[in-house]
C-alpha cells in the first residue's frame, strides 16, 4: 500500500470515529432512535439519492474503466432501495415519493464533483466509508431490538458498500502520486465530510434522532 492511502486512511478513521458517535446520539442526551418504519424510510432516501448521483456521474465520467465500475456501483444501490423497500412494506410502510424528490446538499455538493480524481475522494473513498460505519451503528441499534430480518438485509448490504469504499481505495492508491495530489485529496475529503457533519448535526442534534443508516 502507498503512504499516501495510509496516511488518507488514518486521518478518514479519525474524522469517521468521531462521527459515528454522533451517530450513535452520545453527545447528545435527547437524542432517540425513531421506530424501524422511519429508519428505513430515511434509509431509502439515501440509497435512492447514492443510486441517481452516480447514474449521473456515469453519464459524463471520462475514466472508462470508473465509468463502468460506476454503473456496478449505481445498480447496487438501486438493489438497496428495492431490497429495502420490500422490509418496509413489511413493517407496514410505504416510500413517500415527495421526501425522495427533495435533493440534500450532499448530492448538491457531489453533483458538481466533476474531475475523476474530486469524484473518487468524495464518493466511493469518503461517503462509502461513512455509510459502513453509519450501517455498523444501526446493525447494533437491530441486533438490540433482535430484529433478525433487518439484520439479514444489512449483513447483505454491507458487503456491497465495503466493497463501494475499497473501489475507492484502489482508484486513489493510483491516482495519488504526489504530495500535491495528496494534499488535494486531503481537502477533498474533510470539505465532503464536512458537508455530511452539517447534515447528520441537524438531524442528530436538532431532530434528536439518531442511528439512520447509510447508503
Ligand atoms: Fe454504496
Ligand atoms: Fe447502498
Known amino acids: 500500500m502507498s503512504k499516501y492511502l495510509e496516511k488518507l486512511d488514518e486521518l478518514l478513521r479519525q474524522r ?24 428505513l424510510q ?3 432516501k439515501n440509497e435512492w439519492e447514492t443510486a441517481l448521483l452516480t447514474s449521473e ?6 475514466d472508462a ?4 465500475e460506476l454503473c456496478r456501483l449505481a445498480g ?8 429495502i423497500e420490500a422490509r418496509l412494506n413489511q413493517l407496514g410502510g410505504e416510500k413517500n415519493t415527495t421526501v425522495l424528490d427533495e435533493r440534500t446538499p450532499l448530492y448538491h455538493f457531489l453533483v458538481k464533483q466533476k474531475s475523476t480524481f ?6 466511493p473513498y469518503t461517503r462509502e466509508a ?3 460505519t453509519r450501517n455498523v451503528v444501526f446493525l447494533e441499534h437491530c441486533k438490540s431490538i433482535d430484529d433478525f430480518e433487518t439484520i439479514a438485509l444489512y449483513d447483505e448490504i454491507q458487503n456491497d458498500e465495503g466493497f463501494h469504499h475499497r473501489v ?24 465532503t465530510l464536512q458537508v455530511i457533519d452539517d447534515i447528520q448535526e441537524m438531524i442528530v442534534m436538532n431532530k434528536g434522532l439518531c442511528r439512520i443508516p447509510g447508503c
Request: charged content about 30%; overall charge negative.
Open 168 to 191: 475507492g481505495r484502489k482508484y486513489l492508491e493510483k491516482l495519488i502520486q504526489s504530495d500535491a495530489d495528496f494534499d488535494r485529496a486531503v481537502e477533498k475529503m474533510y470539505e
Open 118 to 123: 474530486d469524484r473518487v475522494v468524495s464518493g
Open 42 to 44: 430515511a434509509a431509502l
Open 65 to 68: 474503466d470508473l465509468r463502468v
Open 130 to 132: 461513512l455509510a459502513v
Open 16 to 39: 469517521v470515529d468521531e462521527l459515528s458517535e454522533q451517530i450513535r446520539g452520545g453527545h447528545n442526551p435527547q437524542a432517540k432512535v425513531p421506530p424501524m418504519a422511519m429508519l
Open 57 to 62: 456521474w456515469v453519464t459524463n465520467e471520462v
Open 76 to 83: 447496487d444501490e438501486a438493489k438497496h432501495f428495492q431490497l
